[in-house]
C-alpha cells in the first residue's frame, strides 16, 4: 500500500544469535536447533492465529495455502490444511472464537479477471475440528484490511483499525485505469494526491468493532481517541485487555505510540503508554508496521517491522507524502517493555516484517515475513529474554 524502494538484504542466519548481554543461554535451558520447523512456502502479509496448543499461519503471499503446527511436538512440522474458500487476500485480520478461526477483509482481486484489487468486506471461518472453511453471511461495517482482531472472553472478537474500503477501492482502480507510461503527469497526480492527505483524511476505521459470532451481529464499543493506526503489532495481555504499538497513521508515515485498550461489557478504554524508544540506529523513533510481537517471561516483546526514516520529518514540516523519495527500511531491532519503559535489547537476524508471530513458553515464536529485498520468507525461530540476556535459537 505504499510506494517504495527496497534496500539491500542481509541473509537470514541459521545459528543462535548473541544478542544483549552478550551471552548464550546456557543449554540446560536451549532448545534444540532443529526444534522449529521451517514454513513449507514463505509467507508475508497472511494471517496467524492460536488455537489451543496449535498455531495456525496462512493466506498473503501463500495465496490461499493454510498451515498448522503442533507447538506440542513442533518436530512433526507444518502440516497443510485445507485451502482458503474465499479469493486470495492480504493484510486480513483474524480470531478465534469457539474453536473457529475468523477471516474478515483484507484486500486483492475479487477474480482473476478483475482490473484492480479491492478491500474485501467478507468474513470466513474455518472449523478447526473439520478442517472446513465457511463464507460467514455477514459484510464487515468497514474496510479491516490493516487492522487486527483479538479474542474476547465472552467469544465475541474486537477489531481495531482497518483502511477505508471506499477510497482505497477507487484510488486502485483509478490507478489501474491510468497509464503511467503514456499519462506520468496524470499518474503522478493521482498518486501525489493521495499519498500527500494528512491522516484524518485517509478516514480508516475509528472505532473499536465487536463481532458477537453467536449471534452474527457487529456493535461498536465506542471511538478510538487516537490517530487509528493500520498493522500495528498487538499483544494480548490477558482480562480483555491488549497493547496496541506502534502502525501506520497514514500510507508510509508510522507512529512511535503505544496505547492499552481494555475491553469491559460494551465499551473500551484507551490508555497511552511509554512510546517506543529512539533506536541506536537513527536520531529519532519513526514507529514500525508490521512488526513481530507477543510476550516473553511477562515482558512484551516487539522485533523488527517496517519504515521510511525521514517521513516524520517530512511530517512535521508539513509535507504530507512523507514517504517520496525516501527508501523502506525493514528493521532488525528487538524491544523489550517491562509495564513502564522500553529498551532496546537486541537485534534479529536480519530486518524483518510482516510475518506471523505467537506467544509461547519459553519466549516469542516469529514464522516468516518479509525482508529487504520484499522476499517471503519460510524461516521459524524462538526469540528469549529473562530480562537480562535475549537469544534467538532455531
Known sequence: MERSACMSRNPMSKVLIMTAAATFLSSGTAMAADAWPDLPVGIKNGVAVRVGDTAYVGLGSAGTDFYALDLTNPASGWAKRAAFAGPATNGAAAAVSGGRVFIFSGNGKASADAKSPVIFDTVYSYDTTADVWAKVETVTPVGLSGARAL?????????????????????????????????????????????????????????????????????????????????????????????????????????????????????????????????????????????????????????????????????????????????????????????????????????????????VPGGMLVVGGEDSEAKARNEVFLIKWDGRALSIEN
Open 151 to 359: 479474542s474476547l472472553k465472552d467469544g465475541r472478537i474486537a477489531i481495531v483499525g482497518g483502511y477505508n474500503k471506499e477510497l482505497f477501492d477507487r484510488y486502485l482502480a483509478d490507478v489501474a485505469a491510468t497509464d503511467k507510461d503514456k499519462n506520468p503527469e496524470g499518474y503522478k497526480k493521482l498518486v501525489d494526491g493521495y499519498m500527500g492527505m494528512k491522516p484524518t483524511d485517509y478516514r480508516w476505521n475509528t472505532k473499536v468493532l465487536s463481532y458477537d459470532p453467536g449471534a452474527n451481529s457487529w456493535s461498536s464499543l465506542g471511538d478510538n481517541p487516537f490517530l487509528p493506526n493500520c498493522d500495528p503489532a498487538v499483544v494480548a495481555l490477558g482480562g480483555d485487555a491488549f497493547t496496541v504499538i506502534s502502525g501506520e497513521i497514514k500510507p508510509g508515515l508510522r507512529t512511535p505510540e503505544v496505547k492499552q485498550v481494555k475491553v469491559d461489557g460494551h465499551s473500551a478504554s484507551w490508555q497511552k503508554l511509554a512510546d517506543l524508544p529512539r533506536p541506536v540506529a537513527n536520531s529519532r523513533q519513526e514507529g514500525v508496521a508490521g512488526a513481530f510481537a507477543g510476550k516473553a517471561d511477562g515482558v512484551v516483546l516487539i522485533a523488527g517491522g517496517a519504515n521510511f526514516v525521514g517521513a516524520q520529518a517530512n511530517a512535521d514540516a508539513g509535507k504530507w507524502f512523507a514517504h517520496e523519495g525516501l527508501k523502506k527500511g525493514w528493521r532488525d531491532e528487538i524491544y523489550a517493555f517491562d509495564g513502564k519503559a522500553w529498551q532496546e535489547v537486541g537485534k534479529l537476524p536480519t530486518g524483518l516484517g510482516y510475518g506471523a508471530s505467537f506467544s
